[in-house]
C-alpha cells in the first residue's frame, strides 16, 4: 500500500489542470509544465483534486505509483508557488554578477566561471555573495543551482566555495607542526 500514491493531490483554484490520455498539463502564475505519467498509472482530476491510481500490487506499479503523484503534486506547487534555492559565496575576493540570463563567477580561478541559465529557470543576485535560482519546476532549479555549486564546492579546512543557505561544511583541523 502507497502511503504517497494514495493521497490526492490538492489543486490551488489558481491552477488549471488538463489532461490529454496520460499527459498531464499544469498551468498556474508562475508557469506551464507537463508530465507523461506512465502508461499503468490512471490519473483523474475532480473538484480540485487529482486522484492517482493503479491497477495491481506488482512491484512496479507501486514504485510507479508514488513517483508519479511525487511528480504531479511538484507541477501543481511550482506552478501556484514555484520552487527557490539559494547560495551563497564564501571566500576572500570570491563574488559573482549577472548579466541577463548569464551567471558570471569569480570564484579564485584564473578565470570567471560563466553559467547560462536554463529556459524556465531565473537566476538573481541580491548581494555578490548570493546567488537565488528560482523557477517553477523542480528538478530544473535544483539541477542549475547544483551546477552552480559545482564550480567551487567548499572545502574541509577552510569552507571557502558554492554552498547552499545553510548547509554544514564540517571542518577539518589543519597540519600540526612540530
Known sequence: MSRIGNKPVTVPASVKVALEGNLVKVEGPKGKLQYEV???ITVVV???KITLTRPNDTREAKAFHGLARSLVNNLVVGCAEGYK??????????RGKVTGKKLELNVGYSHPCIFTAPE??????????KVVVEGADKQAVGQAAATI???KKPEPYKGKGIRYVGEYVAQKEGKKVG
Open 46 to 48: 475532480e473538484d480540485g
Open 85 to 94: 534555492k539559494e547560495l551563497e559565496i564564501r571566500g576572500v575576493g570570491y
Open 149 to 151: 555549486r559545482a564550480f
Open 38 to 40: 506512465p502508461a499503468m
Open 120 to 129: 524556465g529557470v531565473t537566476i538573481t543576485m541580491p548581494e555578490q555573495t
